[in-house]
């Protein structure tokens, strides 16, 4: 079984920085996509940023210049590095695994817990 373990909210004043972390354990011979997402209250969940295991990246127009995602393969570690951090970024911050590929060949997408960040002062 895959579990992804998520660290690193909290709570920052705007203009601040927070950097999360979310590791991938279990028998695990390849993670094709790791990646963040957010839900504010009252709205949907929301792509935040992905990394490719060949370093392929994608982020929310929102985030572009103030986050930056980077990945140890050999960790199955994500990481998303928040700077400039605004009020509106306050939400809860998934961990995303896209084509987990396990050593018994069995393949699929995981999700992390959860883990909150607030913008406030």
């Known amino acids: 079984q895959v579990q992804l373990v998520e660290s690193g909210g909290g709570l920052v004043q705007p203009g601040g920085s927070l950097t999360l972390s979310c590791a991938a354990s279990g028998s695990i011979f390849r993670i094709y996509t790791m990646g963040w997402y957010r839900q504010a209250p009252g709205k949907q969940r929301e792509l935040v940023a992905n990394l490719t295991n060949i370093g392929s990246t994608n982020y929310a127009e929102s985030v572009k210049g103030r986050f930056t995602i980077s990945r140890d393969n050999a960790k199955n570690t994500v990481y998303l590095q928040m700077n400039s951090l605004k009020p509106e970024d306050t939400a809860v911050y998934y961990c995303?695994?896209?084509?987990?590929?396990?050593?018994?060949?069995?393949?699929?997408?995981?999700w992390g817990q959860g883990t909150q960040v607030t913008v406030s002062s």
């Open positions: 995303n695994a896209k084509r987990v590929v396990q050593v018994s060949w069995a393949t699929g997408d995981y």
